[in-house]
């Protein structure tokens, strides 16, 4: 009789196993996977939802991807993620996703409604890429014409992962972007897209400009050329170049390539008030000189050095002052670092760190080493 | 227990103290009873000897066609029998007369009792009965057809002795004792199964092998009831711990110099007659991994080949679960660009991963079967075949992935790296299988941390299963993963070995490193 229960249980077991259905358990191609996202206004609803999915697609042999484009309005983002199901046929997977692209003027009402369900879903990445539309909406940047992949999301992926070497664009996560929305004394920055027409008049994207939050609302824009003096005061700024013009009252020019570079930020309180003392140490290695001044002898690389740190510590002044002027933002995350340092001083200016903000007095000083001449010791030498 | 096994050796020595039966003065009284007990069998031979003369002598040899050397029969025991020129005084009446001064046979020895007589002729021995005498002669004729030595076919080496063992039982102690000269090496017969009365050898160093083993392995051999022995593997499963364990505690192999080299290192060896594979005890579980090659390679390429082998092990356990838990649980787990591949590989197959995985599985099972049985011939068209459909066509048939083909090859491939391990290895990939379908990755983990805890409470004649390989001791794990060099293996494997455990004596000073 014992026997005959246990042999029962067990077999009840062997069937309760079969019988779960694995809740969890989902064929590959049973999903289709997302590569990126873009929110919009509705027209009818509040927001439309448009992913790119990529589509694999295989004959013998060959495997073509395939981007297929999809869009759902609804009130809320997860209600329109739902319901795409009624024109995929497959429930999206998220996993994958490499971008989330929103419309300016959802950037510019605020993010968090957006952000809460993509933060709280398990399954899309905290790591997901944000970009900001500088288009009309946030869907055409999917739809451009000529790209080097042929899932749009997964180039953008690209562009971000390379980006490193180019030092003119940063990528900013979502967790990124949450983690400095949250923060006292700092303002995130998102990266910008927006189309161009190419050689061929075919439509392209580029990411070169950046938006500058406050909280989680736009307020404005920086163009590319400020991108390296923000990425300066950040620490990213590591792989950049920087031209030089009219070196030593000639009209030559030179490039200078980043070694390595350091910088120090130093809130120092002082009789007249609070003042931020940026110092930023770089090691470069001279690239390009297109001219036929030699600059390699000790007296004229200091020459150099010293011109290039004085332009520099112009343009990066007249830099931070136009943002302290224009922006309501601390996107150099200014009150972080003097929380961080001086926490007693950031108690008693917390309340009102804009307004002080707006009027606070920089040092910036550049002090740049050039380390080495590349191949060449001389300028490639001409005869008249 | 211990009483049990004395009741049995006190009932065996009472029958058979019953049993003698004396041989008779007269022959004809001796033939009908040996005629009686060889009844109905025709390989038995008779052979009738009769001197007339003066000196008449009249006998008979009795041996079985097959089992002797018929040569020797004809040149050193007939001849001499027959021509021996005897005289008035010599003492032909008595055995001891033919043993000494007539007999040519190597091995020769009086005995009174029959029955002794009867075994003895089942075993190839010659008796010679002589009408008059109450005494026989048993000559050791054995001398049936054996095949030569070879090398085994399922341990070659590159490096190292081409020799292994036959299925006779003397000449496979010669293969060892020829490879350990030491009076230390000690045989002991016993014989197993009541109707094939098997002979068996057990064999060990003394003074190496502890003696607790030898003395566990001794009774664990007398309680084997069984009527027949006919391979090790019987006495391998009657005598192994953990018996529905589906790994090995008992080491088998057909090289002697894999048997000498673990009797150095303090186990013990059982050969059995009839059957090229010996015995080894303790087995432990890095054993598996072990080819007698890594010790006579350099030791980096001995310690890659083993590294190679201990990896084709989790292979072989766990691609297929792994895989199957990734592509259908944990999908963000797996590089965007090998998801979209897999992705588009599987656009079109009919199967879930579960069944195409499981088929594949049997289909490689089937062919692996199939290829094993057939004749080296058609084996290879099978195999070609087999790779044919199942990895092209199949594949263009869309009836499977082509990363199914890959994980499956990769399965297959890696089982033969550890071939002893085979069984244990398809059953524990089918567990891990099953458990990652219901689970995914968390299934698979629950597998393997089941697999240790049975693997850590194994013990091999009270050895534990997996000793040294959980040791950080630099000592202990000179032979597991990796094979050191031997000018650093000082110490014979500890707990096999009790005393005695210096390997080279690291004092002196050109040895010392």
Redesign the interface.
């Known amino acids: 009789m014992k026997k005959r229960q246990y042999i029962c249980l067990c077999m009840l077991m062997g069937i309760l ?1 079969a019988l ?1 259905g ?1 809740w ?6 049973e ?1 289709g ?1 997302v590569a990126g996202v873009a929110i919009d206004k509705g027209k009818e609803k509040k927001y439309e939802i448009t992913v790119e999915i ?1 589509n ?3 004959e ?1 042999t060959n ?1 073509t ?1 395939q981007s297929v484009l999809i869009s759902m309005e609804g009130n809320t983002v997860f209600e329109a993620i739902r319901d795409m199901i009624a024109k995929t046929g497959k429930k999206l ?1 998220w ?2 996703a ?1 971008v989330m692209i929103i419309s300016e003027e959802i950037a510019k009402e605020g993010m968090r409604p957006v952000l809460d369900l993509v933060y709280r879903d398990p ?1 899309v ?1 905290i790591d997901i890429n944000l970009l900001i539309s500088r288009e009309k909406t946030a869907k055409e940047i999917f739809a451009v014409e000529q790209g080097m992949r042929e899932i749009r999301s ?1 180039q953008l992926g690209d562009i971000f992962t390379a980006s490193s070497k180019m030092s003119k664009i940063f990528p900013t996560k979502m967790w990124h972007f949450i983690g400095y929305v949250g923060f006292e004394g700092s303002s995130p920055v998102v990266p910008g897209v927006e189309i161009i027409r190419d050689g061929d008049n075919k439509k392209q994207f580029q990411i070169f400009s950046s938006a500058v939050f406050s909280g989680q609302k736009l307020i404005g824009w920086l163009s590319a050329e400020d991108n390296p003096y923000m990425m300066w005061i950040w620490g990213l700024y590591e792989n950049g170049v920087i031209p030089i013009e009219n070196i030593l009252q000639s009209d030559d020019e030179v490039t200078l390539e980043i070694i390595h570079s350091k910088e120090t930020i130093t809130p120092i309180e002082t009789a007249e008030g609070l003042m931020m003392k940026i110092d930023i140490f770089l090691r470069v290695a001279l690239a390009e000189l297109n001219g036929s001044i030699n600059v390699i002898n000790d007296h004229d690389v200091a020459k150099l050095q010293n011109e290039a740190e004085r332009e520099l510590e112009r343009k990066m002044t007249t830099f931070i002052r136009r943002v302290q002027k224009e922006y309501d933002s601390d996107i150099f995350d200014f009150g972080l670092t003097l929380k961080r340092t001086l926490p007693e001083v950031w108690k008693k200016v917390e309340d009102d760190w804009l307004v002080i903000l707006e009027k606070l007095p920089v040092d910036v000083n550049f002090h740049i080493h050039i380390e080495r001449s590349g191949m060449m010791m001389k300028p490639i030498k001409v005869e008249e | 227990m211990f009483k049990n096994i004395f009741n049995k050796l006190f009932s065996a020595s009472e029958k058979r103290s019953v049993q003698e039966i004396q041989v008779n003065k007269s022959l004809k009284k001796n033939l009908e009873h040996l005629k009686q007990v060889f009844q109905n069998d025709q390989t038995i031979i008779f052979r009738e000897f009769n001197r007339s003369g003066e000196i008449p002598l009249w006998g008979y040899l009795i041996f079985i066609d097959g089992m002797v050397d018929s040569k020797m029969i004809n040149e050193d025991i007939l001849r001499p029998l027959m021509k021996t020129p005897l005289q008035p005084e010599s003492r032909r009446k008595d055995m001891e007369f033919w043993k000494e001064k007539v007999m040519i046979a190597g091995e020769v020895r009086l005995s009174k009792d029959l029955n002794e007589l009867i075994g003895a002729v089942i075993s190839g021995d010659t008796v010679l009965m002589i009408d008059g005498v109450s005494e026989a002669l048993l000559l050791s004729t054995k001398g049936w057809a054996s095949r030569s030595i070879s090398e085994p076919e399922a341990e070659k080496v590159v490096r190292g002795p081409k020799e292994g063992f036959t299925e006779s039982l003397l000449v496979n102690l010669s293969l060892v004792r020829r490879r350990i000269s030491n009076s230390k090496l000690k045989f002991e017969f016993m014989e197993l199964g009541k109707i094939t009365k098997t002979r068996i050898s057990i064999c060990y160093i003394e003074g190496i092998a502890s003696k607790e083993i030898i003395e566990e392995l001794r009774q664990r051999l007398e309680e084997i009831e069984i009527d027949g022995i006919l391979e090790t593997g019987y006495i391998e499963e009657l005598i192994k711990d953990s018996p529905m364990s589906p790994f090995q505690t008992v080491g088998d192999t057909e090289r002697p110099d894999t048997v000498a080299g673990k009797l150095l290192e303090g186990r013990v060896a059982i050969f059995t007659e009839g059957t090229p594979l010996v015995l080894t005890v303790p087995y432990l579980f890095m054993e598996y991994f072990q080819a007698s090659e890594d010790y006579y390679n350099n030791f980096f390429y001995a310690s890659l080949n083993r590294f190679v082998r201990y990896i084709g092990f989790f292979f072989t356990i766990s691609v297929p679960a792994i895989y199957l838990s990734i ?3 944990h ?2 787990m797996i590089p ?1 660009e090998l ?11 009919p199967f ?2 579960l069944l195409e995985s499981l088929i594949m599985g049997l289909v490689f099972e089937i062919l692996r079967e199939a290829g094993v049985r057939m004749p080296t011939a058609i084996g290879q068209t099978a195999s070609i075949v087999g790779a044919l459909v199942l990895g092209e066509a199949a594949v ?1 048939a869309k009836l499977v992935s082509a990363p199914m083909v890959i994980t499956t090859a990769l399965t297959g491939i890696c089982s033969f790296l550890v071939p002893r391990m085979l069984g244990a290895v398809i059953m524990l990939r089918l567990v891990f299988f099953f458990l990652s ?2 689970l ?1 990755l968390y299934g698979y983990i629950f597998g393997v941390i089941g697999l240790f805890i049975h693997l850590f409470s194994v013990r091999s004649f009270g050895i534990p299963y997996m000793l040294n390989l959980s040791s950080l001791q630099f000592q202990d794990v000179k032979d597991t993963i990796i094979r050191a060099p031997w000018w650093l293996q000082n110490l014979r494997p500890k707990k096999i070995v009790r005393k005695n455990r210096t390997r080279q004596d690291t004092e002196s000073p050109d040895k010392g490193r």
């Open positions: 196993f779960t694995c969890d358990y989902a064929e590959i191609n999903n996977i990529a694999p697609m295989s013998g495997v991807m997977y996993s994958h490499t399954e990445r997964y | 592509v259908t649980y999908k963000e965007t998801l979209l591949s897999i992705s588009a590989a599987r656009e079109g197959v879930p991963t263009s379908s219901i995914g």
